[in-house]
């Protein structure tokens, strides 16, 4: 998903600046600065309410005063501002925030409604789960990509048949995703649904739930793991093989890592996946 702050580079720039002129402020000039990003989310001109988001974002997102302007900045007129206001709400995890940012999911822009799903995975929230579903329909691969991944975070088992459903998405990516989100979620639906999977070979979609199948440790299953990752994997999937504590998964992910010129960490014991640790 597309996270807000890389959308432009206008966002570097304000940061940047933002940082500059507030690293001295002493506790009267943040409140000074607070009550002027706060009016100039009013203000006529799209960089400066942009700029106003960004700060409020970086330096006040303690400040529960900034929830309200920030909700009502999702409905600005300019979408770079409504997507920054999205970013910032999930990074405050304000429940008044759920309602709007769930609105916000049917946005005309799909950064917008991309930076709102983002957002919502963030809240441990059961109203998020059937907006979330209803957005692995959403035009745009990104936010069904985006949706799949929240709903496996959040872990409801009535998002187990929508997820199937997405299995057979056109967009590898959303595919994978919903594999992993399966993979997430204690169904029995689900586990039958990835074990018929690796009984098919569907090596795209393995790779999207490797990490169901690491935990597994079903002694056996490593020569298809690695073919998963041979074929779809990436540095984190490496990543994951190369700190499992399985030998043979240990050699492919560094067999990959070499392959493809990427360093990944060795390090056993911290890692979120272990061989057979369900």
């Known amino acids: ?32 600065l607070l009550k002027q990003y706060l009016a100039q989310l009013k203000s006529p001109n799209d960089a400066i309410r ?12 303690h400040d529960s005063a900034i929830v309200e302007p920030l909700i009502a900045a999702l409905r600005d007129p300019d979408p770079k501002v ?30 917008v409604r991309g930076t709102a799903a983002d957002a919502l995975a963030r809240f441990n929230d059961p109203r998020v789960v059937e907006p979330f579903i209803a957005a692995l329909k959403d035009p745009d691969s990104k936010v069904r990509e985006g949706a799949a991944t929240a ?44 074990l018929a999977i690796f009984k098919d070979k569907k090596l795209d979609l393995i790779a999207g739930a490797h990490k169901f199948f690491i935990k597994r440790g079903e002694v056996g299953t490593e020569a298809v793991l690695v073919e998963a990752l041979e074929a779809y994997g990436n540095s984190s999937m490496a990543e994951d093989y190369l700190n499992c504590g399985n030998s043979i998964l240990e050699a492919a992910g560094k067999k990959w890592a070499s392959k493809h010129g990427y360093t990944i960490r060795s390090d056993f014991g911290g890692s979120s996946v272990g061989w057979g640790h369900k």
């Open 151 to 194: 709903l496996g975070n959040i872990e409801d088992s009535r998002a187990v048949e929508p997820l199937i459903v997405t299995l057979s998405d056109k967009a590898s990516a959303v595919r994978g995703s919903a594999a992993g989100a399966l993979g997430q979620i204690n169904n029995p639906r689900a586990v039958e649904q990835l």
């Open 50 to 61: 942009l700029k106003a988001v960004t700060a409020l974002g970086i330096y006040y997102a």
């Open 82 to 111: 409504r997507e920054a206001a999205a970013g910032v709400l999930g990074y405050i995890k304000d429940s008044r925030a759920v309602e709007p940012l769930i609105a916000a999911l049917g946005d005309k822009d799909y950064f």
């Open 1 to 32: 998903m597309t996270n807000f702050m890389y959308r432009n580079k206008i966002f570097y720039a304000i940061a940047v600046f933002i940082v500059l002129i507030s690293a001295n402020c002493n506790q009267h000039q943040a409140e000074k």
